[in-house]
Nanobody
Framework: QVQLAESGGGSVQSGGSLSLSCAIS????????MGWYRQAPGQAREGLAS???????NYGDSAKGRFTISLDNPKAILYLQMNDLKPEDSAMYHC?????????????????????WGQGTQVTVST
């Protein structure tokens, strides 16, 4: 069974960068689409970026132009490079793996029970 573990979060000043990692373990993850999501306290979960099995990438409005999703297949690590961070980017960041039709149709409404879900890594951006 596929398991996910995020790392790389932390505290950074506005305008700074962070690179989040999602270590993937388990057999058969190559058949899943992958995504990055975030949720701040009291706010709805937000889809940031997704990657399908053909390498096509999709970004949410908050991520476009600032965030980049990538996958290192040999290392089985999903990355989210985040640049020009803003205080409103402060949230818990999660990676997910699920069937591609689920990732496609539930970008901003994805729920952890739809597939595999990591425990999250906290990002805090200060002014």
């Amino acid at each position: 069974q596929v398991q996910l573990a995020e790392s790389g979060g932390g505290s950074v000043q506005s305008g700074g960068s962070l690179s989040l990692s999602c270590a993937i373990s388990g057999f058969g993850y190559g058949s899943y689409c992958m995504g990055w999501y975030r949720q701040a306290p009291g706010q709805a979960r937000e889809g940031l970026a997704s990657l399908d099995t053909d390498g096509h990438k999709n970004y949410g409005d908050s991520a476009k132009g600032r965030f980049t999703i990538s996958l290192d297949n040999p290392k089985a690590i999903l990355y989210l490079q985040m640049n020009d961070l803003k205080p409103e980017d402060s949230a818990m960041y999660h990676c997910a793996a699920a069937a591609c039709y689920i990732i496609d149709k539930t970008f901003d409404t994805y729920k952890p029970e739809f597939g595999r879900w990591g425990q999250g890594t906290q990002v805090t951006v200060s002014t």
